[in-house]
């Protein structure tokens, strides 16, 4: 009778091989973490990404039509403002509630709610009739995109192995620059073709094409995580899982141990309170931190990127999103990178040298950035973008999938998205404020104080998630809220 462990190669090298028998939750993990990707998995991998392309696609379509929305509704610049805002706000509501409802209910079902509401959302903007209902149905897509987030991150953690885990939640920053770079050429299309005051409906409402095709493929190869399922006691699911995902068999033995915590049982509020008890209070801490950073940071340059390259220039629309399309590209390339060298440089170091790269940008550009070429502003906000995308960019979000066991997950990578989005709030309302009061280039120095409380945290508090996260860790968090559904196991599990 085969055992897990050795079973697990011979089962990926020899067609035939006997099941491999699972017996405890443990096992469900082992297996998940230690054996090679299958490609059923790294399918599930780039569906769960998709999120993100939409996430960041959004984003962009916003940005890059707000002239022609504004020139349509006749909006004042807080009216403007608002639209934009009040999908952050909408993220915030989706990534708590997500987060717990990830936890609770499974991640499939939470991932195709959250995608139905996106594309229904989408196509009613596009064809708003006015400001009142566009700030409604803006309000549903940021409750979407909140709510996709903890559970994409949770589904790249728990169908990965360990290996591969860092590269494949960093790789979201990835697909968040491709999206940008295609939101801005395809304004530059729609721009060319005379699009008018009308960019804005067709950039917002190209975007549930990729929404529904990421949907129709997410009915037809997503599974629940088996991860998920083995903590809620449901080994026999888990198994079944298994078997589908990687292509061979595994059985659950007879004496199998299933146990089961019931976290939900205490209530909403209680998954919330363990992000902040033991050993999660402080790297729960550096994960807020460093969400509502890179968030401000970027919202406040990211978004307003066309304005000033315009400011140098004083050229055209398409000169400025040229140069944005550039900036952003840089941005991709640093994301492949970091998600490339994640496992070997960690996390806290690539967070440490993206805050680092991204204040040496806001300290040339706010000294001299009136007096510089326009060319050498372009290429500085080309690796302003890459030093954040590098870096908490991509980090901060990998860092809270990383830094949970599965069944506070989802929480912890809601509570992240929540600050994350926050941070964005804070910048899109301040932003303006300083601009108005101080100008651009003093307004960047003001902006300092973003990156400077990231590095100032990461000095203060040393957790690199990067191997470093135990399923067994919350044993002794949860206590008694652990209780055993099945008899103990009369014969103990090898480890791999």
Known sequence: MPILGTEIQEQENHV????????TKDDVVRVINESSDAPHSRIIGFIALGGFFLDAYDFTSLSAGSVQMKA???LSASQLGLVTAVMAFGAIIGALCGGYFVDRFGRLRMFIVNLLLF?????GAAFAPNYQTLIALRLLIGIGVGLDVPVAMAFLVEFMAMKKKAKWVESAAALWSAATICGLLVALLLDALGAGNNLWRWEVGLGAVPAVVILLLRF????????WAATKGDLAEAVRILSRTYARPFELAADAVAVSHHVEQTGPFRPFGQLFTGEFRKRTILISVISAAQSIQFSSVGFYLPLIVFSFFHSSFSVSVLASVFANACGLCAALLAANVANKLGLRRLTIIGFSGVASVLVVLGLVGQVIPPVLGVVLLAFFIGAHTFGPGSTAQSMSALSYPTRIRGVGAGLSQASNRTGSLVALYGVPVLLAAFGLYHALLILLIAPVIGLVVLAVIKWEPVGNVSEDEPESVFGSAATAVAPAATT?????
């Open 16 to 23: 035939g091989a006997s099941p491999v028998l699972i017996r």
């Open 72 to 74: 349509e509704f006749g």
């Open 119 to 123: 594309v229904c959302a989408t196509l």
């Open 220 to 227: 037809k190869y997503m599974a629940e995580s088996p991860m």
């Open 492 to 496: 103990p599990t090898r480890p791999l």
